[in-house]
C-alpha cells in the first residue's frame, strides 16, 4: 500500500492522529523512532489510518508540480541550514521538502488553523524538524535573520499588502527569499494581485535585494531573490 504514498510522512500523521485520541495504536509503533520503522510496520500504520478514515490523499506519491520541482532543485543547489515555508497550505511543497531534507530545521506558518493542525499533526507523530504556527508574517516580530531561506510560494498573489509581506521576508531571512506566483490571470477570486516581473523587482530592490534570479514555469513566475 505504501507505494501509493510518502511513507514517512503518512506513518508520522497517523501516529499524531492517535497521539490526539483520532485511533488507537500499538505502543510499539506509536513510540518507535520514524526511521526505525520497517516495511511491515509502515503498511500496519497505512492499514489502520485508512480504517479510522483519516484523510492519507494529502499524502499521495504525486508527481512534483512544475513550479515544485523548480523551487526544490534551486533548494537543492543552495543547501538551506533552515526554512520558513509561509502559507504551507496543504503542503504541496512543503511535503516534497521534508522527504528531501530530513534534517532541515522547518517553520511552517499559515493563517488557517486547520492548515497549522495538519503540520502540528505529522511533528507529533515524529517529523521533530518540523514546527508549525498559526502567523500573520506581516505582524510577526521574530528576530531578523532568523530563518536561512523563506519560501512564499503561490501566496503573494493572497496577502492583501503585498510589499509589507516581501518586506517582512527578506527581514526574516538570512540568505533568500524565494517566490512563486502566476503569471497570467486566473478565475481564482482569492487572488487579489497579479505580481509581475517588474512589480516583483521594484518590491524586492526596495528591501535592499538587488540579486533576483527569475525564471518563468508553466504558468508562474519563479524568483530566487538574495539578501546582500
Not at 492499514?47 to 537543492?76: I, S, T
Request: with cysteine; net charge negative.
Amino acid at each position: 500500500m505504501q507505494e501509493r504514498y510518502l511513507p514517512h510522512l503518512a506513518a508520522a500523521y497517523i501516529r499524531g492522529s492517535a497521539a490526539k485520541g483520532q485511533l488507537s495504536l500499538p505502543a510499539a509503533l506509536q513510540e518507535k523512532p520514524l526511521s526505525a520503522l520497517t516495511y511491515n510496520d509502515t503498511e500496519t500504520l497505512l492499514q489502520a489510518g485508512k480504517e479510522a478514515a483519516l484523510k492519507l490523499h494529502y499524502f499521495k506519491n504525486h508527481d512534483e508540480l512544475p513550479r515544485v520541482k523548480k523551487v526544490m532543485g534551486f533548494l537543492k543547489a543552495i543547501q538551506p541550514e533552515s526554512l520558513l515555508d509561509v502559507g504551507s497550505g496543504r503542503g504541496v511543497f512543503l511535503f516534497p521538502f521534508l522527504c528531501a531534507f530530513p534534517w532541515v530545521p522547518v517553520t511552517s506558518v499559515d493563517l488557517l488553523p486547520h492548515r497549522v493542525q495538519l503540520m502540528e499533526t505529522l511533528r507529533l507523530g515524529g517529523i521533530d524538524t518540523l514546527t508549525a504556527l498559526e502567523q500573520d508574517i506581516c505582524q510577526w516580530d521574530m528576530p531578523e535573520n532568523a530563518f536561512d531561506v523563506v519560501t512564499l510560494l503561490e501566496v503573494l498573489e493572497h496577502i492583501p499588502d503585498v510589499a509589507a509581506a516581501v518586506k517582512a521576508a527578506v527581514r526574516l531571512a538570512r540568505r533568500y527569499v524565494v517566490v512563486t506566483v502566476p503569471s497570467k490571470p486566473d478565475n481564482n477570486p482569492e487572488h487579489i494581485h497579479l505580481l509581475t516581473k517588474d512589480i516583483l523587482t521594484n518590491l524586492f530592490t526596495q528591501c535592499g535585494c538587488t540579486h533576483l534570479q527569475f525564471d518563468g514555469v508553466n504558468g508562474h513566475l519563479f524568483l530566487a531573490a538574495r539578501k546582500e
